[in-house]
């Protein structure tokens, strides 16, 4: 029997679209693959922890819903919830992990617990439920805090950051994201689940979903109300969520097991991405305080442009984020607005 995309026969690809799960659907990026999938044929099981939370809604709205779309009421601490989801799929992109926007209190129960036992808890439903491929949504941030790494030596796919220091510095997100990460690679390689590790760095770009708004589309909006809080003018990987969209479903379809992804922009310089946003769009008040940060990191994302990744402009994802933003309220003058902690400086973040 001839094998096509994801592993699957020949026969059953003619016979029934393609199914997968994406796990917290209606999350900033996970909707945006979402009606990727739809658009490219794929019947699509979302999670969603409330499918009766109208901030869920919109995703029944997306093209083909009606037809191709299922959504899973999931929580990814509560194993059988997942395996109902997982069922009839032959993958899953596993997006729903907290993106904390304030300083936590309890980082155990707030950050780790949901994103590492979540993940050995999506790990073991792909197995339970014949899955075939998982990718993983990690971050850039499992790659960068790494203090070990020789000076002057570009960043790549084999740069893992020191969960110690992480864990010293008390930057949770990243820990947690280091750690989910090991216990796939580990597992995908002793269970055979084709596991792809994919590590996209800051994402901004149009928000499908227009009640909440997501940790890093805070950050941008941030910058562009201004307010308080100081930030730092380091270099940041940023990259469109249309094209982390697009990466995730070529990797899907083209990478292979145990394989590691870096993927965004070359590094925008903070005080330039100002610079872009005031030319565009003159009158806004702009966030002021910024440090300068004598710190740079140099990042190759040349092993998923060369499957045939192809990003858009900065500019692009600057106008389109910042239309999005106005058309759903978000940049109103009276809403108060802080910087998400993890983006404070560290020596003003209380
Ligand atoms: N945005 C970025 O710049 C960026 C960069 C690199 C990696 N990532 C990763 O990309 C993924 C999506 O992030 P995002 O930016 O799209 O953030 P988001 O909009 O906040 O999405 C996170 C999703 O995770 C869900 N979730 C959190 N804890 C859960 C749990 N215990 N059970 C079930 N669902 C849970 C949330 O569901 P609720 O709506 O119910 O809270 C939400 O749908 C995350 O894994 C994040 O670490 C994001």
Redesign the pocket.
């Known amino acids: 029997m001839g094998q096509a995309a994801g592993g699957r026969s020949m026969e059953s690809l003619m016979s029934s679209p393609p199914r997968v799960c994406v ?8 909707s945006w693959l979402v009606k990727l999938l739809l658009s490219r044929g794929y019947a699509v099981h979302a ?4 499918p009766c ?1 109208p ?2 809604a919109f995703l029944e709205q997306l093209d083909g819903a009606a037809e191709n779309l299922r959504l899973f009421k ?4 509560d194993y059988a919830t997942l395996t109902a989801a997982f069922a009839g799929c032959e993958g899953v992109f596993h ?5 904390p926007d304030g300083k936590l209190v309890d980082p155990e129960k707030e950050m780790m617990v ?1 994103a590492i036992e ?1 993940t050995r808890n999506v790990l073991k439903a792909c197995s339970a439920t014949n899955v075939q491929k998982l990718i993983q ?5 499992a790659a960068l805090f790494n203090p070990g790494w020789p000076q002057g030596k570009v960043r790549d796919e084999s740069s893992w950051s020191d969960k110690e220091f992480c864990r010293e510095n008390e930057i949770w ?1 990243a820990l947690a ?1 280091t750690e989910a990460e090991e216990i796939a690679l580990e597992y995908g390689k002793k269970s055979g689940l084709h596991v792809i590790r994919f ?5 901004f770009g149009p928000l499908l979903q227009h009640t ?1 708004l ?3 589309s805070k950050v941008l909006v941030y910058i562009l109300k201004g307010g308080p809080d100081t930030m730092n003018n380091k270099s940041w990987p940023i990259v469109d969520v249309r094209d982390v969209a697009d990466a995730m479903l070529l990797l899907y379809n083209k990478a292979g097991s145990s394989e590691r992804y870096l993927c965004s922009l070359d590094l925008v310089d903070m005080k330039h991405l100002l610079e872009i946003l005031k030319s565009m769009y003159p009158n806004y008040n702009y966030a002021d305080k910024m440090v300068d940060m004598d710190y740079r990191i140099e990042m190759t994302t040349d092993k998923i442009k060369n499957l045939g990744w192809k990003p858009r402009k900065l500019e692009e994802t600057l106008a389109d984020s910042v239309e999005s933003y106005k058309e759903a309220g978000f940049l109103q003058a009276s809403e108060p607005c802080r910087l998400p902690f993890m983006f404070l400086v560290p020596a003003v973040q209380q």
């Open positions: 796990t917290g659907g209606g999350g900033f990026i996970a999670t969603v922890r409330d939370d901030k869920n999931a929580d990814m601490l997006a729903a992990s907290p993106v949901p979540g949504v990690s971050s850039v941030l997100y994201k590590c996209p760095g800051v994402v909440v997501n940790t890093t």
